[in-house]
C-alpha cells in the first residue's frame, strides 16, 4: 500500500500480502482454464512496476512465477524493476527485456538491441497483447505497418547474430540458470586452450577470445566464427579442448 506510482499512473495500491497472492492464485487458474496444455512461469510487472515488497512477495509465496521479465533500462521517473540477467537469491530467475512490440524499427530500439548483442550476445523480445489497440504503439499505423516492423528486425537480428538459439521466454530461463552459476578458467599452451568448467550442466555457452592463434580442432564442444579474433563455444563437457595453431605463447 505504501508504492508510490507518483503522476506516471493512476494505479490502485494492492492493500496487503493476501491480496496480491490471491490475485496470482486467480491468474494462473485462469491461464491453466484458457490454455491448459501451457505453462506460464514468466511474469512481467504491469507498467515495469514492482515495489522490493511485491517481489518478496513473487518469490515466497506463488511458487508457480520462476521468471521476471521487466526492463533492462532505467527512465527518469525511477519506478521500473530494474534486472541484470542473473538468479536471484531466492531462486527467481532475472530475465530483462530489451525490445518490445512492432516499431522496433526506430533508432533507440536498434540501439538496444546491438548493446546488448556486444554484452551477452542476448536479444530479449517482448509483444504487449493491447499493442494494437493503442495508437502510440501500433494502433494508429495498423496491423500491415506494425507487423512489418516486427518483420524487418527480425530480418535485420537473423542478419546480425544468425547464431542465436530461438527459445521462449522459459527456455531463456534455463539458460540464464546455466550462464550464472559456471565458472571457467583457462590453461594455455602451445597446442591448445583448454577451457575448465565447473558447475557445469548439459551444456554451456560461452564467448572466446583468440588473441593469439587461430582455433583448430576442438573436443568436448563446438566453436562458431564470430567476427574478428570472437568465437562462440558450445561447451557439451566440463572441459573443452581447442586446438591452436600459430600464435605465439600466450
Not at 115 to 130: A, R
Request: charge should be negative; hydrophobic fraction near 35%; include cysteine.
Amino acid at each position: 500500500p505504501d508504492t508510490d506510482y507518483g503522476d506516471a499512473y493512476a494505479y490502485n495500491q494492492w492493500p496487503n500480502a493476501d491480496a496480491i497472492t490471491a490475485a496470482m492464485d486467480e491468474l494462473i487458474a485462469f491461464q491453466k482454464a484458457v490454455l491448459p496444455y501451457a505453462v506460464g512461469s514468466v511474469y512481467v510487472p504491469p507498467s515495469n512496476i514492482l515495489s522490493a515488497a511485491g517481489r518478496e512477495i513473487l518469490g515466497t509465496r506463488v511458487p508457480g512465477i520462476r521468471t521476471i521479465a521487466s526492463t533492462y533500462f532505467e527512465d527518469s521517473s525511477g519506478l521500473p524493476y530494474v534486472q541484470e540477467f542473473d538468479v536471484a537469491p531466492d531462486g527467481i530467475v532475472e530475465q530483462p527485456r530489451i525490445v518490445s512490440g512492432g516499431m522496433v524499427g526506430d533508432s533507440y530500439m536498434r540501439l538496444a538491441a546491438v548493446s546488448e548483442l556486444n554484452m551477452h550476445y542476448v536479444s530479449t523480445h517482448f509483444m504487449h497483447p493491447d499493442d494494437l489497440l493503442d495508437e502510440d504503439r501500433g494502433a494508429a499505423e495498423g496491423w500491415e505497418v506494425y507487423k512489418g516492423g516486427l518483420t524487418n528486425y527480425l530480418e535485420w537480428l537473423t542478419k546480425s547474430a544468425p547464431d542465436l538459439r530461438r527459445q521462449t521466454g522459459s527456455e531463456c530461463s534455463g539458460a540464464i540458470q546455466r550462464f550464472s552459476s559456471v565458472t571457467v578458467s583457462v590453461d594455455t599452451d602451445a597446442n591448445a586452450w583448454t577451457l575448465s568448467l565447473g558447475n557445469f550442466h548439459d551444456e554451456a555457452w560461452l564467448m572466446f577470445r583468440a588473441n593469439n592463434g587461430e582455433p583448430g580442432a576442438v573436443t568436448g564442444g563446438e566453436i562458431t566464427h564470430l567476427t574478428g579474433d570472437l568465437y562462440l563455444v558450445k561447451a557439451t563437457d566440463k572441459t573443452v579442448t581447442i586446438a591452436r595453431k600459430e600464435g605465439g605463447d600466450k
